[in-house]
């Protein structure tokens, strides 16, 4: 402990970057978090391994450098297991809890889309009526007396495969969207 009674009485050295949340210096916060750790977890790192460790992990957020911290220091040690965490398991452990949280907020706001979309649809659903394409150049053709068989290039495609769109004359193309358009002002 003697390292961080030392560490808070000298200015830190190097490149000093701040939090994004309230512009206090991340790397003398990191190293403060750090001796914490070791104190929770009865060990006694040198000033000099902290700062090199709070180097290393200053480039993550803060937010999961202290969930890390606070979880690695309630952590029972294992049989054998040191008892200051090497830089690695502690960039692993930082890493693994940026990636969750990451997660949980992706899985949040996909959640959040799905419902938002969901109340749409509930709210409008003359905006979401199935369009049936190969229904309505099938139509297109039969007045003309057309078959529907494009000639296309690959087997198996049929005008059903809304990819398939790029095998339409020009003629077909505009017939459709003429369509298309009379479809929307009736709506």
Known sequence: MAALVEMAGREPQGKIELSSKRGVPLQPWLVVQLGR??????????????ELFAEHLCQYEQRD????????????????ELA?????????????????????????????????EEKRRREHPEDFVPFDFAGELAKIKA??????????????ASLSNSA????????????????????ERRR
């Open 37 to 50: 750790l070791a104190m929770a977890r009865r060990a006694e790192p040198g000033a000099k391994t902290l």
């Open 65 to 80: 450098l202290a969930a890390t911290v606070n979880r690695l220091a309630l952590q029972e040690r294992c049989e054998g």
């Open 84 to 116: 200051f965490p090497d830089l690695a398991t502690l960039d692993r452990a930082v890493r693994d809890e940026r990636n969750g949280r990451m997660r949980a907020e992706r899985e949040q706001r996909e959640r959040a889309e799905a419902a938002a």
């Open 143 to 156: 007045r003309k007396g057309e078959t529907m068989t494009p000639q296309v290039p690959r087997r198996g």
């Open 164 to 183: 398939d769109i790029q095998y339409l004359t020009p003629q077909q193309l505009r017939e459709l969207a003429d369509v298309l358009e009379r479809q």
